[in-house]
């Protein structure tokens, strides 16, 4: 009879916990994720992927209940696509989550460009990557240069500040007068009406374009600089504030995004938040070290006073202008916003281009 007994209560007790140890059984599903870019993960846009994004979303997803697990296949450091075609390779699904370099997107989204057209306006990168992550959020114009491609957005992307790094000290505006500067793209624009020439050019030529008196200096911020040694032939940097610049940002192919199950889509939109602040940490820590690095290495650092910046700033022509007639009333809601919230945070630009809209 004991043994009996004992045999009905070990079934009951193993019936009753059935549903339970099915639970725990039951594997999670999976959800296949291609996650790229066009840069090594070491670069300053990509590294908050692997090391902030991805085991962001694992945790997140564990610690909702483990009812879904992320398998990865990264194709990082441009495996399947080149720095050209970042916003294509996302849109058309070739990665499902990706770096988008907006600033190689003029023509397809030109909103996103907003601060190369508004230079000298907050040098803080960190400020920038809380704005855009914002703005993006609330402003249906910003929102749907993303969504129109196909696109969401996940985290802002930014650049430690522009300064001048040159072969001749700078102290004031006047100092760059018939001088040649490499200025690629919209950059170019922040030495009109200086008698500066902007010469084109990327990171990759500045040194050469340097050395070999193609130009005297290069409009570049700290942490692109400092690897390519850009500083051993133009040994001055003159802190001149143009600023942090919005660079692109971490997005998902929308339609991937759209098939997702609610919980991650929800897990998947925190770990970018998670992932903004974590390139921000990340821009600070590579921008500081390469100032170190490049001080020690004989780099003369000057800090332009604030009058000389602001005379800079008066004596560029509207450059915002042509930006603004370009994209009609969208872009003049963009850029009040973003001077907007740059001004909530008690920030006061060298000059308020939403005063000349």
């Keep these: 009879m004991k043994s009996s007994r004992r045999a009905f209560l070990a079934a009951s007790s193993a019936a009753l916990a059935a549903p339970f140890l099915n639970t725990r059984l039951i594997a999670a599903e999976t959800i296949n994720i291609q996650i790229g870019s066009s840069h090594p993960t070491n670069n300053i846009w990509v590294y908050a992927m692997q090391n902030a994004l991805q085991p962001a979303l694992e945790r997140l997803l564990a610690d909702a209940g483990g009812a879904y697990a992320v398998n990865w296949t990264e194709n990082y450091g441009g495996t399947l696509y080149k720095f050209k075609d970042t916003r294509t390779a996302v849109r058309d699904g070739i990665v499902d989550i990706g770096m988008v370099g907006t600033v190689w997107e003029g023509s397809a989204m030109p909103l996103q460009n907003v601060t190369y057209f508004t230079p000298f306006a907050n040098p803080d990168h ?90 005297e200096g ?48 929800t897990a998947l939109r925190e770990a970018g938040r998670i992932t903004s602040r974590s390139h921000g940490d990340y821009v600070t820590e590579r921008s500081t070290n390469a100032m170190t690095e490049m001080v020690a290495a004989g780099l003369q650092v000057t800090e332009m006073a604030q009058a000389e910046r602001e005379k800079w700033a008066a004596t560029l022509p509207n450059v915002a202008k042509p930006w603004l007639d370009a994209n009609g009333p969208a872009a003049a809601t963009v850029l009040k916003a973003y001077f907007g919230e740059l001004k909530a945070r008690g920030i006061t630009p060298a000059r308020d281009w939403s005063a000349e809209v």
């Design 126 to 215: 960190n400020v920038v990557i809380d704005i855009f992550d914002k703005l993006t959020d609330e402003l249906p114009e910003l929102r749907e240069g993303w969504t129109s491609q196909n696109m969401v957005h996940l985290s802002s992307l930014v650049t430690d500040s522009y300064d001048v790094y040159s072969n001749f000290p700078i102290a004031s505006v006047e100092d760059i007068k018939n001088r040649r500067l490499n200025a690629p793209g919209t950059s170019a624009n922040w030495l009109s009406g200086t008698g500066c020439t902007p010469v084109n050019g990327a990171l990759t030529t500045y040194y050469t374009d340097i050395q070999t008196g193609v130009s």
């Design 218 to 265: 290069a409009l570049s911020f700290a942490s692109g600089i400092q690897p390519t040694r850009v500083y051993e032939v133009a040994p001055h940097l003159t802190r001149v504030g143009f600023g942090s610049m919005y660079f692109g940002g971490i997005a998902v192919n929308k339609r991937f995004h759209d098939n997702l199950p609610a919980e991650v889509q």
